[in-house]
């Protein structure tokens, strides 16, 4: 009898196979399992080999770091690369508040605000209040009976302390902290000679062992099972060695990560002493919110482990390429939701000497400049010699898309499935398909997703713009590059083959707009100002204001003193510019980050006549065109 090879996972095909085992036996060349009790047993057989093959298979893909799924063993996989997985984030504000201290008899010379909950979330959010806590004291002196604390940073969670006594005969002795909402940057470790003793050795976080001296009082951390953290002290080859009987204290804060962000109404809980240590009573002083919380972050993911963690391994703690930068920043700055690198010499003209570094957080759409010199100061650390970072600002690219979407009136209603359209499209866009550098728009996939939304629809006839919102400076002559990354399409050789919205610019009156006439190489082309009629027909103003590269996909302007916009986005003076790609798949250039704006795009319903029967020969059926409309002007 030959055996039969078994290699699906799938059940029916598994039970097939066992049935064609058997039929090889000339005792069941003609038996009817399935109409025999027999049905059951093949039935056992077969599921029991499902489970073992599932199992087996399981077993190997978790020895391998892209094949895991088990969270437990990513992260042990990741260990192993010397990768501590980011825990979660707690939420931070910056709040202010000053002492007045005209009534406190003992003149104090300083006042220390404790560690531990200073404040709480003066309002509900969410149908829940929140406490906020400081990681070590702060002291500030006193003059004139005042005491101010500025720009403390306060962060949302619980303050929890845990405390070990070292037990030398304890040779497999842990320290683990059981709770999975740790942010492990805020961990205090402090170490008493013993219980009793009243001095005390403070520890430092240390990530990297290889700088770490015999006698450093640090200790490293890692993830274990459950989401939880163990603390590990050093051996006296690498970091100080703890003594028996040393009393470790620990503190941190437990977060709710990314819930608490976006509260900026705070009420003070802290308490204070003075320089001598008494307790400072008096009424709680007023808050002043500088910065509402922001940056709290769940743990990382499964999936960022298994992307970062062999690209911070390449990087052997040294920042060299692009690739090196984009694995770094990540375990940096936490908050950072995609990272753009790329090298000065990319640039035309290049640049050489220079990383330009772009950073997209997850909370807001632009990095504060404070937290771009910190991110510089930490740099430094695997910086090489002779490479500057430097950062620049995200540059969105939209996209927006133009709709006709044919459907059977038999099948469904206009209404219903423009509303399931929207809410599809609304998805897509917030998708890590699009919300991330060097993403990529894909055309048929974006068509394919709205044709499967119902099955009233027919087809759907989509054009494509791309637009770049420029911030423009008022009142002083400046020059101003738009660069799209995509090839410009030439529809019209005799001009206008993108449009902006109205600006006032010095020397004209009225409003302008800008466009273009292309040249006879077909590859570049002068831009020009003019102003619309009454008739809405354009009338050239000004010639040779900048330049358009159709190839590069870039307009320069050359200086114009700018005196106001008809368009206002975040406060912010701007003027759309918009073309039509020569290609309908867009790419997020070096540090254009894509989104698909759905707010100034359009879905059209378009009934199809054919399809639902009420005009078969297609007499009455609408055509709609595949290009964009011969607008002018952005309005």
Same mark, same amino acid.
């Given at each position: 009898?030959?055996?039969?090879?078994?290699?699906?996972?799938?059940?029916?095909?598994?039970?097939?196979?066992?049935?064609?085992?058997?039929?090889?036996?000339?005792?069941?060349?003609?038996?009817?399992?399935?109409?025999?009790?027999?049905?059951?047993?093949?039935?056992?057989?077969?599921?029991?080999?499902?489970?073992?093959?599932?199992?087996?298979?399981?077993?190997?893909?978790?020895?391998?770091?892209?094949?895991?799924?088990?969270?437990?063993?990513?992260?042990?996989?990741?260990?192993?690369?010397?990768?501590?997985?980011?825990?979660?984030?707690?939420?931070?504000?910056?709040?202010?508040?000053?002492?007045?201290?005209?009534?406190?008899?003992?003149?104090?010379?300083?006042?220390?605000?404790?560690?531990?909950?200073?404040?709480?979330?003066?309002?509900?959010?969410?149908?829940?209040?929140?406490?906020?806590?400081?990681?070590?004291?702060?002291?500030?002196?006193?003059?004139?009976?005042?005491?101010?604390?500025?720009?403390?940073?306060?962060?949302?969670?619980?303050?929890?302390?845990?405390?070990?006594?070292?037990? !030398?005969?304890?040779?497999?002795?842990?320290?683990?902290?059981?709770?999975?909402?740790?942010?492990?940057?805020?961990?205090?470790?402090?170490?008493?000679?013993?219980?009793?003793?009243?001095?005390?050795?403070?520890?430092?976080?240390? @990530?990297?062992?290889?700088?770490?001296?015999?006698?450093? @009082?640090?200790?490293?951390?890692?993830?274990?099972?459950?989401?939880?953290?163990?603390?590990?002290?050093?051996?006296?080859?690498?970091?100080?060695?703890?003594?028996?009987?040393?009393?470790?204290?620990?503190?941190?804060?437990?977060?709710?990560?990314?819930?608490?962000?976006?509260?900026?109404?705070?009420?003070?809980?802290?308490?204070?002493? &003075?320089?001598?240590?008494?307790?400072?009573?008096?009424?709680?002083?007023?808050?002043?919110?500088?910065?509402?919380?922001?940056?709290? !972050?769940?743990?990382?993911?499964? $999936?960022?482990?298994?992307?970062?963690?062999?690209?911070?391994?390449?990087?052997?703690?040294?920042?060299?390429?692009?690739?090196?930068?984009?694995?770094?920043?990540?375990?940096?700055?936490?908050?950072?939701?995609?990272?753009?690198?790329?090298?000065?010499?990319?640039?035309?003209?290049?640049?050489?000497?220079?990383?330009?570094?772009?950073?997209?957080?997850?909370?807001?759409?632009?990095?504060?400049?404070?937290?771009? @010199?910190?991110?510089?100061?930490?740099?430094?650390?695997?910086?090489?010699?002779?490479?500057?970072?430097?950062?620049?600002?995200?540059?969105?690219?939209?996209?927006?898309?133009?709709?006709?979407?044919?459907?059977?009136?038999?099948?469904?209603?206009?209404?219903?499935?423009?509303?399931?359209?929207?809410?599809?499209?609304?998805?897509?866009?917030?998708?890590? $398909?699009?919300?991330?550098?060097?993403?990529?728009?894909?055309?048929?996939?974006?068509?394919?997703?709205?044709?499967?939304?119902?099955?009233?629809?027919?087809?759907?006839?989509?054009?494509?713009?791309?637009?770049?919102?420029?911030?423009?400076?008022?009142?002083?002559?400046?020059?101003?590059?738009?660069?799209?990354?995509?090839?410009?399409?030439?529809?019209?050789?005799?001009?206008?083959?993108?449009?902006?919205?109205?600006?006032?610019?010095?020397?004209?009156?009225?409003?302008?707009?800008?466009? &273009?006439?292309?040249?006879?190489?077909?590859?570049?082309?002068?831009?020009?100002?003019?102003?619309?009629?009454?008739?809405?027909?354009?009338?050239?103003?000004?010639?040779?204001?900048?330049?358009?590269?159709?190839?590069?996909?870039?307009?320069?302007?050359?200086?114009?003193?700018?005196?106001?916009?008809?368009?206002?986005?975040?406060?912010?003076?701007?003027? $759309?510019?918009?073309?039509?790609?020569?290609?309908?798949?867009?790419?997020?250039?070096?540090?254009?980050?894509?989104?698909? @704006?759905?707010?100034?795009?359009?879905?059209?319903?378009?009934?199809?006549?054919?399809?639902?029967?009420? &005009?078969?020969?297609?007499?009455?059926?609408?055509?709609?065109?595949?290009?964009?409309?011969?607008?002018?002007?952005?309005?």
């Amino acid at each position: 009898m030959s055996l039969v090879n078994v290699s699906s996972l799938d059940f029916e095909e598994i039970k097939e196979s066992i049935k064609s085992y058997l039929r090889a036996d000339g005792t069941f060349t003609d038996y009817d399992f399935e109409g025999s009790n027999f049905t059951v047993l093949l039935d056992t057989l077969a599921y029991n080999t499902y489970i073992s093959s599932y199992n087996a298979n399981m077993l190997t893909n978790e020895v391998f770091l892209d094949g895991a799924t088990l969270r437990e063993n990513v992260v042990s996989l990741a260990r192993n690369l010397g990768y501590i997985p980011r825990s979660v984030t707690s939420a931070r504000a910056v709040i202010s508040f000053y002492l007045d201290l005209t009534s406190f008899t003992t003149n104090p010379v300083s006042v220390t605000l404790k560690k531990g909950i200073v404040a709480t979330s003066s309002v509900n959010y969410s149908g829940k209040n929140y406490v906020f806590t400081i990681p070590e004291d702060i002291t500030v002196p006193v003059s004139s009976d005042t005491a101010i604390f500025d720009e403390v940073t306060i962060y949302e969670g619980a303050y929890v302390q845990n405390t070990f006594t070292v037990d !030398a005969n304890n040779k497999n002795q842990k320290f683990i902290l059981q709770n999975p909402r740790i942010d492990t940057e805020l961990i205090r470790v402090e170490v008493r000679e013993s219980r009793n003793s009243n001095v005390t050795r403070v520890y430092k976080k240390s @990530d990297n062992l290889t700088t770490t001296k015999s006698t450093d @009082d640090v200790f490293f951390i890692n993830e274990i099972a459950d989401s939880r953290y163990e603390l590990i002290f050093g051996d006296g080859s690498f970091g100080s060695k703890l003594k028996n009987g040393n009393y470790i204290i620990v503190t941190y804060i437990v977060t709710n990560g990314e819930r608490a962000n976006g509260i900026n109404k705070f009420s003070f809980t802290g308490r204070f002493i &003075d320089n001598n240590g008494s307790p400072v009573k008096i009424t709680s002083p007023l808050v002043e919110t500088i910065q509402g919380t922001a940056y709290g !972050a769940p743990i990382e993911s499964v $999936e960022s482990v298994k992307k970062l963690a062999p690209r911070v391994y390449a990087s052997q703690n040294r920042a060299v390429t692009a690739n090196d930068y984009e694995a770094l920043i990540p375990q940096i700055y936490p908050e950072a939701e995609s990272v753009s690198v790329f090298g000065g010499e990319e640039l035309s003209p290049p640049k050489y000497g220079k990383v330009f570094i772009t950073v997209k957080p997850q909370n807001g759409s632009y990095l504060p400049n404070i937290v771009k @010199d910190n991110i510089k100061t930490l740099l430094r650390r695997y910086a090489v010699a002779g490479i500057i970072p430097e950062f620049i600002d995200l540059k969105y690219l939209y996209i927006e898309y133009y709709t006709n979407v044919y459907y059977n009136q038999n099948l469904g209603n206009a209404e219903g499935i423009k509303s399931a359209v929207s809410k599809n499209l609304e998805k897509y866009a917030a998708s890590d $398909e699009l919300n991330r550098y060097g993403s990529r728009f894909r055309y048929s996939k974006f068509l394919k997703l709205i044709d499967d939304t119902s099955v009233a629809i027919t087809s759907n006839i989509t054009s494509i713009a791309i637009r770049r919102d420029v911030k423009l400076t008022l009142n002083v002559f400046s020059e101003n590059e738009i660069c799209f990354g995509n090839k410009i399409h030439i529809k019209n050789q005799s001009g206008y083959n993108f449009k902006t919205s109205g600006v006032q610019i010095q020397g004209i009156t009225g409003t302008v707009y800008f466009s &273009d006439i292309p040249n006879s190489d077909g590859m570049t082309g002068n831009v020009f100002a003019f102003k619309l009629n009454a008739s809405s027909q354009p009338i050239i103003v000004r010639q040779n204001v900048g330049i358009i590269d159709y190839e590069k996909g870039e307009i320069k302007l050359n200086a114009l003193n700018f005196t106001n916009t008809s368009k206002l986005k975040f406060g912010d003076n701007i003027m $759309e510019v918009s073309i039509i790609p020569r290609s309908n798949d867009i790419i997020g250039l070096q540090d254009l980050y894509l989104q698909l @704006d759905t707010t100034t795009s359009e879905v059209t319903m378009v009934s199809d006549v054919i399809s639902s029967g009420a &005009d078969l020969s297609g007499s009455q059926y609408i055509v709609s065109s595949s290009y964009l409309n011969g607008a002018y002007v952005r309005l």
